[in-house]
């Protein structure tokens, strides 16, 4: 039986919930480290799902992650405001109360917020604000707007999560390039990963992170990018193999600049919903020294997230 969505909504067809019982992964991550890039859903009787929103998700609630964070042996989240509640942070703020000091935001906001509306977010834990330009998820921004919103929360020290997909790259360019604060890219800009790591299109985007120092890159969801799948499609234990060398290309070139993230609860996945267990057991294939594996989980989030715990 799926999950259910609670208030006045009904789940979106062929949405696939959020996988109970994950796996205890093998690889132990580092004290300290991080889930950089995590959701979550209402409930949706406590936080309503935005009226412009292009899917509707079964609830997936604070508690659940925060149970999730502890099986997979992680110490923090950084949690993303999902486009389905769009400019209404109010569940993402109360996960980050609840949360004791224990993760950090990235929030959505629209022009007409206000001073004194940012300070707030900032007080509650949030570091970032998310551009989407995924146009099957989400209505177009203008880029005036944008801009001067990343002005706006450049003064707070905060910086700007954009997702996008790999063919899109070369308008954008211009765009992102013009943004004032770090950029952080979510799942390398979703590369097509049946093309070859040498072709035009990965190295554009490794070119991007070479040109701008101040571009990093997350390199998560492998899930969505894989067309070999996890174990029982690939008929091998190493889960996503196809993925692994564009991830370990971008680890081992930018090792200052990269996260990871489990990107639970998974938003609009109808293929199969994955064994956040056997995510974190894609980590070690991506970032295969200690050296690396710390960068990813522990420094660089905690530097970018928590600065004032790394001086």
Same mark, same amino acid.
């Given at each position: !039986?799926?999950?259910?969505?609670?208030?006045?909504?009904?789940?979106?067809?062929?949405?696939?919930?959020?996988?109970?019982?994950?796996?205890?992964? #093998?690889?132990?991550?580092?004290?300290?480290?991080?889930?950089?890039?995590?959701?979550?859903?209402?409930?949706?009787?406590?936080?309503?799902?935005?009226?412009?929103?292009?899917?509707?998700?079964?609830?997936?609630?604070?508690?659940? =992650?925060?149970?999730? *964070?502890?099986?997979?042996?992680?110490?923090?989240?950084?949690?993303? $405001?999902?486009?389905?509640?769009?400019?209404?942070? *109010?569940?993402?703020?109360?996960?980050?109360?609840?949360?004791?000091?224990?993760?950090?935001?990235?929030?959505?906001?629209?022009?007409?917020?206000?001073?004194? $509306?940012?300070?707030?977010?900032?007080?509650?834990?949030?570091?970032? /604000? #998310?551009?989407?330009?995924?146009?099957? &998820? /989400?209505?177009?921004?203008?880029?005036?707007?944008?801009?001067?919103?990343?002005?706006?929360?450049?003064?707070?020290?905060?910086?700007?999560?954009?997702?996008?997909?790999?063919?899109?790259?070369?308008? =954008?360019?211009?765009?992102?390039?013009?943004?004032?604060?770090?950029?952080?890219?979510?799942? !390398?800009? #979703?590369?097509?990963?049946?093309?070859?790591?040498?072709?035009?299109?990965?190295?554009?985007?490794?070119?991007?992170?070479?040109?701008?120092?101040?571009?990093?890159?997350?390199?998560?969801?492998?899930?969505? =990018?894989?067309?070999?799948?996890?174990?029982? &499609?690939?008929?091998? $234990?190493?889960?996503?193999?196809?993925?692994?060398?564009?991830?370990?290309?971008?680890?081992?070139?930018?090792?200052?600049?990269?996260?990871?993230?489990?990107?639970?609860?998974?938003?609009?996945?109808?293929?199969?919903?994955?064994?956040?267990?056997?995510?974190?057991?894609?980590?070690?294939?991506?970032?295969?020294?200690?050296?690396? $594996?710390?960068? &990813?989980?522990?420094?660089?989030?905690?530097? &970018?997230?928590?600065?004032?715990?790394?001086?």
């Amino acid at each position: !039986m799926g999950k259910p969505t609670t208030g006045d909504f009904m789940k979106t067809a062929g949405w696939l919930d959020w996988y109970e019982g994950p796996s205890v992964p #093998r690889f132990t991550p580092p004290a300290g480290a991080v889930d950089a890039h995590c959701h979550v859903f209402g409930p949706g009787a406590q936080f309503p799902y935005a009226p412009e929103r292009k899917y509707t998700p079964c609830d997936a609630g604070k508690a659940q =992650l925060f149970a999730l *964070r502890d099986h997979l042996g992680f110490a923090c989240n950084v949690i993303v $405001q999902a486009t389905c509640h769009g400019d209404d942070n *109010r569940a993402l703020v109360d996960a980050l109360h609840a949360a004791a000091g224990k993760a950090r935001g990235v929030a959505t906001v629209r022009r007409g917020i206000t001073d004194a $509306q940012l300070r707030a977010l900032h007080e509650a834990g949030v570091r970032g /604000v #998310r551009f989407n330009f995924v146009k099957r &998820l /989400v209505d177009f921004t203008p880029k005036d707007e944008l801009l001067e919103i990343a002005g706006r929360i450049a003064v707070l020290g905060w910086h700007v999560v954009i997702y996008f997909e790999a063919a899109d790259l070369p308008e =954008l360019w211009d765009f992102f390039t013009a943004l004032p604060t770090t950029v952080v890219v979510d799942h !390398m800009g #979703r590369p097509d990963v049946g093309k070859p790591l040498g072709g035009a299109e990965f190295a554009l985007f490794e070119r991007f992170m070479h040109e701008h120092p101040n571009v990093w890159s997350k390199v998560s969801c492998p899930e969505r =990018l894989s067309l070999s799948g996890p174990p029982a &499609l690939a008929g091998e $234990q190493r889960a996503y193999r196809d993925v692994v060398p564009f991830a370990r290309r971008i680890v081992e070139a930018f090792p200052d600049r990269v996260l990871w993230g489990s990107d639970w609860p998974h938003p609009n996945l109808k293929d199969h919903m994955p064994d956040d267990g056997l995510l974190v057991d894609f980590i070690p294939h991506i970032a295969p020294t200690a050296e690396l $594996q710390r960068k &990813l989980l522990v420094d660089n989030p905690m530097r &970018l997230y928590w600065p004032e715990e790394t001086r």
